[in-house]
C-alpha cells in the first residue's frame, strides 16, 4: 500500500516537474501559436478572476482596487507564459497626481496586457461598446465599471464620456483610454489621429491628463507574419498635462488633443531610439564573443 502511495507521489511529481520543464521552455521558444494561446488562456483566467474580485471588493468596500487587481493578475500571468515584459519610466507620473485622465497609444490586444503592469488603483477602463457582449471578458469589464463607448453614436459617446467626467470627481477615479480608437498595427513609427473624447473628458472634470507611450513592439508581436517572441517592451510615462485653464471649446481641445499627440509621437521615436542603440550593443557584444 504504502509503495503504491509512493509510486503514485513520484509519477506526479515526475509530472509536475515535466509539465514545469515544458512551460520554460515554451516560454523562451515557443512559437506564435503557443504564446498567442497563452495569451488567450491568461486573459480568459484573469478575466474570470476579476468578477471573482469584483463581488469580494464591493463587499469589504474596495471596488477602487477591481481593475488594479485583475490587469496586474493579467500582467503577471502573461508575462511568465510568454516571457514577454514592460520595462516602465516616469511610473511616478501615475502614481503622484490624484484622479487624472491616462491617454496611452494602441497597437494590439496585448495592449491590455501591458497596460496591465502599468495602470494605477482606482481607475476605469474605456471600452468599445462590442466588448461589452464578449463572454467573460465582457462580464468582467461590466462588473469593473468600464465605460462603453458606441463610437458609431456621437451623442451616445458624448453622453457616456460626460457620465465618466462626473466619475472622476464623485468616486475619485481615473480613466484610462486609447485615444486613437482603433489599432495602429505595423512596423512603422506613427500615431493614428487622435478622437477628443479623452480631452474633452479630462477639460470637462477639471483633472490632468497623464500620456502613456508603448514603444512600437511589431519586431515582437506581428499576428501578420505569425511572429511572437519573447523580449522586453519599453513604456514611458509622461508629466502630466494640466487642464484646469482649459475652455470647453473645439477650438482649445483641438490644440490640446493635437499638443499632446505630438508629445507622444516624439516620445514613440524616442523610444525607437533606444530600442535601434540596445540591439547595436547586443550585436557588438555578440560578435566580441
Not at 79 to 95: K, M, N, P, R, V
Request: net charge positive; aromatic share 10%; proline share 4%.
Amino acid at each position: 500500500m504504502l509503495l503504491s502511495i509512493s509510486s503514485v507521489t513520484n509519477n506526479t511529481a515526475v509530472s509536475i516537474a515535466a509539465a514545469a520543464l515544458f512551460i520554460l521552455n515554451r516560454r523562451r521558444n515557443g512559437g506564435f501559436y503557443y504564446r498567442s494561446m497563452a495569451n488567450i488562456v491568461c486573459l480568459a483566467a484573469s478575466a474570470s478572476c476579476g468578477m471573482v474580485f469584483a463581488i469580494l471588493l464591493r463587499i469589504i468596500g474596495r471596488p477602487d482596487l477591481i481593475n488594479w487587481m485583475s490587469t496586474r493578475l493579467y500582467y503577471y500571468l502573461f508575462s511568465f507564459f510568454t516571457g514577454l515584459y514592460i520595462e516602465i519610466e516616469g511610473h511616478d507620473y501615475l502614481l503622484n497626481t490624484g484622479s487624472k485622465v491616462i491617454v496611452c497609444n494602441h497597437q494590439s490586444s496585448l495592449d491590455m496586457a501591458f497596460g496591465g503592469g502599468v495602470i494605477p488603483k482606482a481607475t476605469s477602463v474605456v471600452a468599445k461598446k462590442a466588448l461589452k457582449f464578449y463572454p467573460i471578458l465582457g462580464w468582467y469589464l461590466a462588473l469593473s465599471n468600464a465605460v462603453f463607448l458606441d463610437r458609431g453614436n456621437r451623442d451616445n459617446a458624448i453622453k457616456a464620456a460626460r457620465r465618466a467626467a462626473e466619475d472622476i470627481h464623485k468616486k475619485k477615479t481615473s480613466v484610462w483610454i486609447f485615444p486613437e480608437g482603433t489599432r495602429s498595427y505595423g512596423p512603422e513609427i506613427k500615431l493614428l489621429p487622435f478622437k477628443k473624447g479623452a480631452f474633452y473628458m479630462a477639460v470637462q472634470a477639471r483633472v490632468p491628463i497623464v500620456p502613456v507611450v508603448m514603444e512600437n513592439y511589431n519586431k515582437f508581436y506581428d499576428s501578420k507574419s505569425r511572429q511572437f517572441k519573447s523580449g522586453i517592451v519599453h513604456v514611458k510615462v509622461l508629466p502630466p498635462v494640466p487642464t484646469t485653464d482649459i475652455p470647453e471649446d473645439s477650438e482649445a481641445i483641438d490644440k490640446l488633443t493635437n499638443q499632446i499627440r505630438d508629445d507622444m509621437l516624439k516620445t514613440l521615436k524616442e523610444l525607437e531610439g533606444i530600442k535601434v542603440n540596445e540591439e547595436k550593443a547586443a550585436l557588438h557584444y555578440d560578435n566580441k564573443l
